[in-house]
T-cell receptor, first 111, second 112 residues
Framework: DAKTTQPPSMDCAEGRAANLPCNHS???????VYWYRQIHSQGPQYIIH???NNETNEMASLIITEDRKSSTLILPHATLRDTAVYYC????????????FGKGTRLSVIA | DAGITQSPRHKVTETGTPVTLRCHQT?????MYWYRQDPGHGLRLIHY???????DKGEVSDGYSVSRSKTEDFLLTLESATSSQTSVYFC???????????FGEGSRLTVL
């Protein structure tokens, strides 16, 4: 079973920041938080990952709480093309443990 | 682009026939994965490989077998396809250094 909890759906107005929460209260010390998204029927796309520090790249920012039990993915200026299912996953960085996807959050960006 | 291709992209077959899906990569990634995706279930891991001839089962491996005789190819076989195996199948590779997965475009299988 997935070790994360996400709301099933969220709406966001175009141009506004989209803040997607994820709860991972049982995360282990060596586990990273990964975010992926899946647009319509395409394969999932990697967005960002982090261990304990906040991370930012050209797509998004990842805010991880100090106790690492939850995180928030931030899309700073959502566009219609950001409408997708967003998956939050925790796993160890190395080793054979594969990514196990939950059901994610369906984000709808509204014009 | 991690150089990953899946074939066939679309296939229609009949119950009881064998089916093999191929995942091919060109960049010598060690880890490869097969997932299936169905409405209401999200992505579920079928099998994965962590090297040539090294494979392991995922959460929904029943009815599927895999083989990896060389680094670049990871084959998923349905020995006797059933209608419950109608799905979209995604292959993925893991990028060394970041741990991110890069997914193929998917193979849509319909079993009649």
């Amino acid at each position: 079973d997935a070790k994360t909890t996400q709301p099933p759906s969220m709406d966001c107005a175009e141009g506004r920041a989209a803040n997607l929460p994820c709860n991972h209260s049982t995360i282990s010390g060596n586990e990273y938080v990964y975010w992926y998204r899946q647009i319509h029927s395409q394969g999932p796309q990697y967005i960002i990952h982090g261990l304990k520090n906040n991370e930012t790249n050209e797509m998004a920012s990842l805010i991880i709480t100090e106790d690492r039990k939850s995180s928030t993915l931030i899309l700073p200026h959502a566009t219609l093309r950001d409408t997708a299912v967003y998956y939050c996953i925790v796993r160890a960085f190395s080793g054979n443990t594969p990514l196990v996807f939950g059901k994610g959050t369906r984000l709808s960006v509204i014009a | 682009d991690a150089g990953i291709t899946q074939s066939p992209r679309h296939k229609v077959t009949e119950t009881g026939t064998p089916v093999t899906l191929r995942c091919h990569q060109t960049e010598n990634h060690r880890y490869m994965y097969w997932y299936r995706q169905d409405p209401g279930h999200g992505l579920r891991l079928i099998h994965y490989s962590y090297g040539v001839k090294d494979t392991d089962k995922g959460e929904v491996s029943d009815g599927y077998s895999v083989s990896r005789s060389k680094t670049e190819d990871f084959l998923l076989t349905l020995e006797s396809a059933t209608s419950s195996q109608t799905s979209v199948y995604f292959c993925a590779i893991r990028i060394a250094g970041t741990g991110e997965l890069f997914f193929g475009e998917g193979s849509r299988l319909t079993v009649l």
